[in-house]
């Protein structure tokens, strides 16, 4: 009982701090760096959701952006398609805008979250007989897959994409409380699967499959779990970019989006939480910020890419974690070499 | 405990066992022994499920165990050690116990004390518990690996070359323990190039040749056996 009532005082006072952070961001950045943010917001999340499988698993997924698009296109269906005929005919549904709003948007998650996952075993049924390189066609082939499927069904724009999704999350300090929300719950639940024995499986399905499966790991379940786990938070992450930007069309969730998020695990260090996200800030970011320079920005940023990994070649982090004790730990040893002549 | 009744591996073309028959029985030390490619891991691998047999049965305590997966076998009270250490090299020496204990997840209380019991048989661990395993000597890492095949509570332990790549001192450590498990209560069965340890710590014994057994006896008899000592014991 006193470990549940910690529990809960964590999560309400993680929350509470979000939010007291949402407000004072959304009071005190412009416009555009706000939106950025934002961006880095979902980013983070489809990151720290791919190195689930990817980092942690060690399944070499390459089709994140397919569970993206899956969870925001269904997501967004509920909201502009099905939740207006769903209301007619349930008067009581018709609550107005705070509850009606955040409800709509629950709704919306977790259909989004389920199409994702849903999309996840498919994929992850063909990991159970690839491996390497050979999963990573099946993967990306499978999340064009998705991306084209999407361009062909009318209902929901085709190419020209669905525009008009309602801003469920507000364009202010409301957005960021839902997008960072999300983040932070990728990376409890990260955190919390590391800390467990069921997590150390997940790390042994990619340390050594064999030695896995004879300690009596169900190393199938493995696999299909870490790419539910990690396609639904994807999917949350699609909801979250749709009901933001209220427009989303086929070609936001092309390959080039897939090699990026599978660059941001590389470039943290494959297993490292902290690191993907990082990672994911620094390129969603910089491009960004490397606006002034006009046409070099690409150049720029690709050659900080190769260089990162020229340096670090076991990403930023490697298999490592931020965390206090490393921190009091590197600058102790900085303080101690400092201080001798 | 454990029956093979005449089985049977191809790989492809190559019939790598033929018509094995091979009986642990509760409490022995039995081990395979032979020369190089004559099917003594293929055996293992058949036992765990990790090659399918293309004839023939195999029972573990009266239930038949053929095609039961590899994981499965574990929660039976089989440990297997695949080929070579496969310990998890990135993984502390105690999240590599723990994981030995999987199936056991939960019973902190237990796994706390099987975890003090391995450090007793080796306590070489105990002073590299936080250390990452692929940081630890051939020697460390075969212990380790033994150790956590045992934090399962297995009734019957499989061993495939356990003196792989040792110094002869640390083969006989391995070897003593080995016995020392034995008279706890566990079943063994060894896979051994090291026909004369082996046969030393071993009850039965049989000998491969060529994907089938051409003699079984009790590890004694084996020793004196004049061909056995010819063949496999370089004498």
Redesign the interface.
Known sequence: MRWLALRTLTVLGCLAALAVVSKLLSANLDTYVFLVVIQCGVAMTLAASLNLINGITGQFSIGHAGFYAAGAYVGAAWTVLWQPIVVRHVPLLQLGAPVGDTLTLLIAIVVGAAAAAVAGVVVGLPSLRLRGDYLAIVTLGFGEVIRVVILNIDAVGGARGLTGIPTLVGSGDLAFFWVFGLVLAVVALSRNLMRT??G??W??VR??E??????????TRVKVSAFVVGSAFAGVAGVMYAHYFTSISPDVFGMDMSIIITTMVVLGGTGSVSGSLLAAIVLTALPEFLRFMQDYRMVIFSTMLVVVMLTRPQGMFG?GEISFAKLKQLFGRRAAGGAKP | MLALRSVSVRYGAIEALSQVDLEVNQGEIVTLIGANGAGKSTTIRAICGQVPTSSGSIHFEGREITRTPAHRLVHAGIAQSPEGRRIFANMTVRENLELGAFIHHGKHEQIRQDIDRVFQLFPRLSERVNQSAGTLSGGEQQMLAMGRSLMARPKLLLRDEPSLGLAPFLVQQIFQIIREINKEGVTILLVEQNAYQALRVAHRAYVLGTGSIVVSDTAERLLANEQVQAAYLGE
């Open positions: 024995t069921r150390l499986t790390l042994a340390e050594d064999i030695a896995a499966d004879a300690m009596g790991v169900d190393t298999h």
